[in-house]
Nanobody, 125 residues
Framework: QLQPVESGGGLVQPGGSLRLSCTAS????????IGWFRQAPGKEREGVSCISKVGARTLYHDSVKGRFTISRDSGKNTVYLQMNSLKPEDTAVYYC??????????????????WGQGTQVTVSS
């Protein structure tokens, strides 16, 4: 059973940066599209960014375009989410998810099979 593991969350001031990591040994197989999602208190889970099986395609939520960058390093079994120019509204628990279904619905949480436990990101002065 694939179990993604997230890391890299924490407390950062507005305008700061964090890099989240999502690791699973199965990521080297090239079978999985990966998505980053977030959920703030009292809000629904939303798709932040996703990357295709070999990294050729990426997608971003409008609210993070130009600030966040998703990438994957197959040699390290890891997918990264580089978050720059962070804002208080980016505060949420961030989840990594994996799926083998086609990339096209990559922002749809219900399309993902495997989920990590989440990592807290807090942007506050």
């Amino acid at each position: 059973q694939l179990q993604p593991v997230e890391s890299g969350g924490g407390l950062v001031q507005p305008g700061g940066s964090l890099r989240l990591s999502c690791t699973a040994s199965e990521f080297t197989s090239g079978y999985y599209n990966i998505g980053w999602f977030r959920q703030a208190p009292g809000k629904e889970r939303e798709g932040v960014s996703c990357i295709s099986k070999v990294g050729a395609r990426t997608l971003y939520h409008d609210s993070v375009k130009g600030r966040f960058t998703i990438s994957r390093d197959s040699g390290k079994n890891t997918v990264y989410l580089q978050m720059n120019s962070l804002k208080p509204e980016d505060t949420a628990v961030y989840y990594c998810a994996a799926k083998r279904t086609p990339f096209g619905q990559c922002a749809l949480a219900t399309d993902y099979t495997y989920w990590g436990q989440g990592t807290q990101v807090t942007v506050s002065s």
